[in-house]
């Protein structure tokens, strides 16, 4: 088994509706494998939340009508992207959840399916 690797990036903004915006106040993110600190995470104030609120009510009313065709198109590529990213992703499931790297990547690749 093996452990995962550190975060070495801080996550200090936020993403959504196509572009990245920076918060004003931090969290700290710990592993609860060994307590250390990972990385830190901008958090989203009020009007923050507001924004993004809107803009998904306004995505909703696109995405309902689209077609079943089209919408299964979208998942595919997300089911591409995971499985493209698969190590980073387990890495950051692992060091998030104090599992091994193989025992997320198992839960991500249980998601995929």
Known sequence: MSAPKMLTELLTCQHFHGS????????????????LAIGKVALADRE????????????FKLWRTTPIK???????????ILLRDLDKISNVVALESGKTVEEAKAGVMKGVE
């Open 70 to 80: 089209e919408r299964v198109q979208v998942l595919f590529r997300f089911r591409e």
């Open 48 to 59: 923050d939340v507001e924004k993004i609120i809107d803009k998904a009510q306004q995505a």
């Open 20 to 35: 990245f915006f920076a918060g004003n106040k931090f969290r700290e993110v710990f592993s609860p494998y060994n307590g």
